[in-house]
């Protein structure tokens, strides 16, 4: 099996931009996928197939790849952006993983 | 409106069994891919196991610590998704997410129930 690897948490200021980042060697064969969860509910999609915007999902939000890390950029962070936030991959035909989570947190 | 609700959560002893469901409304069941996804306290998402639609072949996959311990299964005409838990395990305490793609592709996760806990513990 792989493994996706995410820092445990990021913290910045409200109005910059935050980067959360994802690493493995399945993401140089698969699209990546990003999850928000705030306490005490599901996670959502937010970037789906490395850097699509889920319907719905601020422009602030935005996801690329190079290689083998995938990155979810929010712009002009905002205090309802505090969440943990997990990256996805693998194929159709295999399992799938999550990263361990990174905790986004708005000072 | 899409909705996915699980039941069947619950307290159960190490080695016992407890079967999940999961009843889908508002989407064509029969079409979707469907998954489970659990999170034990504390922790981060694990992606347990998912069953592709009958048309797609109907397989399944499973996470390395549940294959050959849980078995998904669904019944099209009743619209519900199964998770068969046996043989389990403290370390199976989790709250468990039945999920699907509905809006961008049936193999995305993109709808997720509210969960249902199960609680391992002697």
């Known amino acids: 099996s792989y493994e996706l690897t995410q820092l445990p948490s990021v913290s910045v200021s409200p109005g910059q931009t935050a980067r959360i980042t994802c690493s493995g060697d399945v993401l140089g064969e698969n699209y990546a996928d990003w999850y928000q969860q705030k306490p005490g509910q599901a996670p959502e999609l937010v970037i789906y197939?490395?850097?699509e915007r889920y319907p719905g999902i601020p422009e602030r939000f935005s996801g690329s790849t190079s290689g083998n890390t995938t990155t979810l950029t929010i712009s002009r962070v905002l205090t309802e952006d505090e969440a943990d936030y997990y990256c996805l991959s693998g194929d159709e035909d295999n399992p799938k993983v999550f990263g361990g989570g990174t905790k986004l947190t708005v000072l | 409106e899409v909705q996915l609700v699980e039941s069947g959560g619950g307290l159960v002893k190490p080695g016992g069994s407890l079967r999940l469901s999961c009843a889908a409304s508002?989407?064509?069941?029969?079409?979707?891919?469907m998954s489970w996804v659990r999170q034990a306290p504390g922790k981060g998402l694990e992606w347990v196991g998912r069953i592709k639609s009958k048309t797609d072949g109907g397989t399944t996959d499973y996470a390395a610590p549940v294959k050959g311990r849980f078995t998904i299964s669904r019944d099209d005409s009743k619209n519900t998704l199964y998770l068969q838990m046996n043989s389990l395990k403290t370390e199976d305490t989790a709250v468990y997410y039945c999920?699907?793609?509905?809006?961008?592709?049936?193999?995305?996760?993109?709808?997720w129930g509210k969960g249902t806990t199960v609680t391992v513990s002697s």
């Open positions: 508002g989407f064509t069941f029969s079409n979707a891919w």
């Open positions: 197939e490395d850097s």
């Open positions: 999920t699907t793609g509905f809006i961008v592709g049936a193999t995305r996760m993109d709808v």
